[in-house]
């Protein structure tokens, strides 16, 4: 009998995840990380959680007949997760905490133990799809059935390895009710437990706020400019702004602004009206190869997408000598931010992806 690692929250994704692999006949085990001591409700797929949801997530065992186990891995979230979202607001660019925790947590740390515990699978509750194509002999990334519940954005950085161990039982599912009405038809405590969106050690959604407590230190204030470097007014800390953003700025200035840069050693902020925020082009570092094995050397023609639930664009991608990626759109693109992510797609199967870290 194949033995499977669950990855549980106390959500009901997790939950119905693991019992679709109950059914399937697995030998199966649930885990909860422990991943910080702040209070939180969830990261990607809520596999990491409060003292309650892990509550919640052994009743669901005892229910399912299943061993269950919490593994402390505060200190690998500290360093991989948390340190890199800090770090990456300190130097000017916009992170995706939740990719970072699928990468270094998920997919690498839970699956080792996973190997320790001779499981076969790792089992998350992700909405998305692994296939094998016999044609290019790879495993691939696929969205899930469920447009509005896809969660493919941030799982580019799956290996091939790891692609070919884990399991996502809810990626074909057509809407998150088919899901808790499994629940609901199993009697699990959770089955109408509502999600949660925020970032799971920033429930409060005040970054600035969380990265001043967790450093102690104190951000500078300094210039809003404008593209000529014209004075605009005074901002609070560079840490306080991300590309695009329009909210919050705190200066009147007559007509809408938005950030559309940051300038570290000057400690300026730069705004800038709504037409000056659009990109052609976009290098990206750190990349990820799926469906093919390397970066192609002639423009490939794919669709990407440079924010989570950001809408898809047609552009054309190739390598550059260094190892980086060049995505060249057909149409000008909204801000992208550097720091954030850049997936590209080929219809449901994702290309590949990997960090933007400029525009132009």
Partial sequence: MAKALIAMSGGVDSSVSAALMKRAGYDCIGVTMKLHNEAGESCGDKSCCTARDAEDARGVCVRLGMKYYVFNFTADFEEQV?????????????PNPCIDCNRYLKFDRLYHRAETLGCDFIVTGHYARIEYCDETGRWLLKKSRCAE?????????????QLAHTKFPLGEFTSKDEVRSIAQELDLINADKPDSQDIC????GDYAGFIRRYTGKEYPQGAFVDSRGNVLGSHKGIICYTIGQRKGLGVALGEPMYVSGK??????????????LYTVALVAGDFNWISVAEAPR???????????HGAESAAKVYGLPDGKVRVEFEKPQRAPAAGQAVVLYDGDVVVGGGTILSTE
């Fill in 201 to 204: 050690f920033v429930p409060d």
């Fill in 263 to 276: 300038d570290l050693e000057r400690n300026t902020v730069t705004l800038s009206r709504e037409s000056e």
């Fill in 298 to 308: 002639e423009p490939l023609g794919v669709m990407a997408r440079t924010r989570y």
């Fill in 82 to 94: 948390i340190k890199r979202f800090v770090s990456a607001y300190e130097n000017g660019f916009t």
């Fill in 149 to 161: 519940k896809d969660q493919s954005y941030v799982l580019y950085s799956l290996t091939q390895e």
